[in-house]
């Protein structure tokens, strides 16, 4: 039967199911078991508040009034934070994670997002942080902006003023630096930091995120996603990731780290803490190779020739399944096209190398519009709207290279992190077979064959492509292997950190 609540100015019982799938879609939270009697509660409060007596009415107002949504979802959401709370990722981001950012910044200061930042304190927790690391010369180098759905927090993170709980954090000596009492218990921050750091209601799930969220340097969701079910999850981080500059960070809380090892961001580690880099989408070593000899249907990709021939008798059924006879214009084009053509790919890497993947796309459109069979702006393609999280779209252009050329690698590869995005692990599993089968030395697909496993608690196959994964790597050159599969790039060092992590995790499963 389904869940139900009784109102507390009526005795009409209260369906909660219409209201989970409501605030499930538009802000992500999941009341499920203990949770009920929070949505319940908080449902009733306000039923009472605006004389509503029917459930079904209260739903529809729901639905078309958002201001109304934002008063019910504040009364659900935990607000539980404190200053410094997390410490040693806090001491992570200032000491080892902040410099990296440091040289040559000129043009705007390294910029630091708060996602969840509840009532403010870990956002002016990092900019006391910032003051006592750089001095004033901290509100020019950063700049430090809080978002939460809550608005009734984020007006109480504007003004600044925190009670006893706050500081159970922080050092007395600290408090008395940057905070002035103004009553009982009662502490404001000093109006130089709350000048530095920037607030606003942000719906994480929402339509669009505001320009003041826009490519940050280093992002803080900590303590947040555990409110989430595992595809809002995956969502949100998909969308803060598809945020991130290019090199930048993700740090999310301690127990949260695992969840969110989906593929999308390198997992990196540091003194013992993990923590998520976003990697540079491209490689940008074979600018023009194959330009305008890939102009045959049945002809592979230059840059990822099988290790060993390949014939339809030899291919996996799910491969020959991919052969069409579709041919496209070979007529070759005139001169002053292809001169085009070769300039305007040079120009799509340089905007993707700069990050301006929107301008990129647009010429590669228009390239591929007038040279169908030029596979490698179209695999440009592809990685660039996998990096900004268009993965529908990727997986189109990719399906379309791969009815040309089935022996393209890129796109198996790229199609199998596109599955596993959206948790199809059966699909994502036989992309990256079908990646191994055509370059067995393909470590990229050994890994997240591994990670699929690991995930599954099949230790036996997560062990084996672990190991297959490191021994590849340790090969060759680290750069080389890392440039290996244009236009994904990796950086190999950390796959190797990462594989022999798991490996010793695995150890200790029986």
């Not at 500081?167 to 009662?186: A, C, L």
């Not at 981080?237 to 290019?246: N, S």
């Not at 470590?443 to 690991?454: D, K, L, P, S």
């Amino acid at each position: 039967m389904p869940e139900t609540a009784r109102s507390h100015n009526r005795d009409e019982v209260v369906e909660l199911e219409p209201f989970k799938e409501l605030l499930l879609r538009t802000c992500g939270h999941s009341f499920e078991k203990e949770r009920e009697q929070t949505l319940s509660s908080a449902l009733s409060r306000r039923m009472v508040a605006l004389n509503i007596d029917r459930s079904e009415i209260y739903h529809s107002l729901l639905l078309r009034d958002q201001q109304e949504l934002l008063l019910l979802t504040e009364q659900l959401t935990v607000n539980e934070t404190y200053f410094f709370r997390e410490p040693d990722h806090l001491k992570l981001m200032i000491d080892r994670l902040l410099p990296g950012f440091m040289p040559g910044r000129y043009s705007r200061p390294v910029r630091i997002l708060s996602a969840g930042c509840s009532t403010g304190e870990e956002p002016y927790s990092i900019a006391i942080l910032l003051r006592e690391r750089y001095g004033n010369e901290s509100e020019r180098l950063f700049s430090v902006t809080g978002v939460d759905i809550d608005s009734s927090v984020i007006a109480g993170a504007r003004q600044g003023v925190y009670g006893k709980g706050s500081f159970r954090g922080m050092d007395q000596t600290v408090r008395e630096r940057y905070f002035e009492p103004v009553g009982p218990w009662k502490f404001r921050i000093r109006d130089d930091i709350r000048k530095q750091v920037g607030f606003e209601v942000v719906n994480l799930l929402g339509a669009s995120y505001p320009h003041s969220m826009q490519l940050p340097d280093i992002i803080l969701y900590r303590n947040v996603s555990i409110y989430f079910p595992r595809q809002v999850q995956k969502e949100i981080f998909g969308r803060l990731a598809g945020i991130l500059t290019v090199g930048g960070c993700l740090l999310v809380g301690a127990t949260e780290t695992i969840h969110h090892d989906i593929g999308i961001l390198s997992l990196e580690k540091q003194d013992s803490l993990f923590y998520y880099r976003k990697g540079p989408p491209l490689v940008f070593e074979e600018r023009r190779t194959g330009s305008r000899h890939l102009s045959k249907s049945d002809q592979p990709c230059k840059s990822l020739q099988p290790s060993t021939p390949v014939t339809q008798r030899a291919m996996p059924v799910e491969l020959q399944e991919r052969r069409t006879h579709a041919r496209i214009n070979t007529r070759p084009l005139p001169a002053d096209v292809q001169n085009d053509i070769r300039e305007g790919f040079d120009k799509a890497l340089e905007l993707a190398r700069y990050s301006r993947p929107d301008d990129a796309l647009g010429i590669l459109e228009n390239i591929t519009r007038h040279d169908e069979a030029f596979t490698k702006a179209h695999t440009l393609k592809a990685s660039l709207l996998l990096s900004i999280s268009r993965f529908d779209e990727a997986a189109g252009v990719c399906d379309f290279v791969l009815a040309r050329d089935q022996l393209c690698l890129e796109a198996y590869l790229m199609l199998g992190m596109i599955a596993r995005h959206k948790t199809n692990d059966e699909d994502a599993l036989k992309r990256f077979r079908e990646s191994i089968f055509l370059n067995a030395s393909c470590w990229v697909a050994h890994f997240h064959t591994a990670e699929i496993m690991f995930a599954q608690k099949d230790t036996k196959r997560a062990r084996s492509s672990y190991e297959t994964t490191v021994r590849i790597l340790e090969k060759g050159p680290l750069k080389e292997l890392g440039q290996a599969y244009f236009p994904l790039a990796f950086n190999a060092d950390q796959f190797i950190v990462i594989s022999r992590h798991k490996l010793t995790l695995l150890t200790s499963i029986k």
